[in-house]
């Protein structure tokens, strides 16, 4: 996570556990694809990029309408994501505040292995996925790659 920084400021290793059966646990731990989970959408939308010629299709189906001309063909946000050294993502997402329709799928920078977090912390973030829930479809959809985007900046379902 903070590999790129100094070793005098990496944060202290007690605030993470690793072990050899934390990659067992991480597996154990992420969910099944389903269209109805965050991370599920963020995870399916990660692996897709890694060939985004093959995989238009299911692209274009987890991301917001509102969104797909600026995703263009996708290769752009595929060349984003594999800039990214060592990458590793959440398991969990952040909701937006006093958005629940809104959250926030965390990819990581520096992760050479799994660890489990035990204690609060700050996380540099290489990029964020910013996702909104679509009820009437009955599914989260990624509308951004990048920084985070606010929920009065996206389009969203009364």
């Known amino acids: 996570m903070a590999s790129d920084l100094p070793i005098e ?10 072990g050899s059966t934390i990659d067992d646990e991480a597996a154990a731990a992420l969910p099944e694809p389903a269209l109805d989970n965050p991370v599920s959408v963020g995870l399916l939308f990660c692996n897709a990029l890694e060939d985004p010629a093959k995989n238009r299709q299911a692209l274009e189906g987890l991301t917001t309408p509102e969104s797909r001309e600026a995703w263009g063909d996708f290769t752009t946000a595929a060349a984003a994501l594999k800039a990214i050294e ?3 993502c959440g398991s969990m997402v952040n909701e937006a505040a006093g958005a629940p329709d809104v959250c926030y799928f965390k990819i990581l920078r520096g ?12 996380v540099a973030l290489a990029a964020v996925l910013t996702l ?21 900046q996206l389009p969203r379902t009364a």
């Open 9 to 18: 400021d990496q944060p202290p290793a007690q605030w993470r556990r690793f």
């Open 86 to 88: 060592n990458r590793g």
């Open 111 to 122: 992760v050479t292995e799994s660890y489990q977090v035990l204690d609060d912390q700050p």
């Open 132 to 152: 909104v829930c679509r009820p009437e479809r009955g599914q989260w959809l990624v509308h951004s790659i990048g920084d985070y985007l606010g929920p009065e």
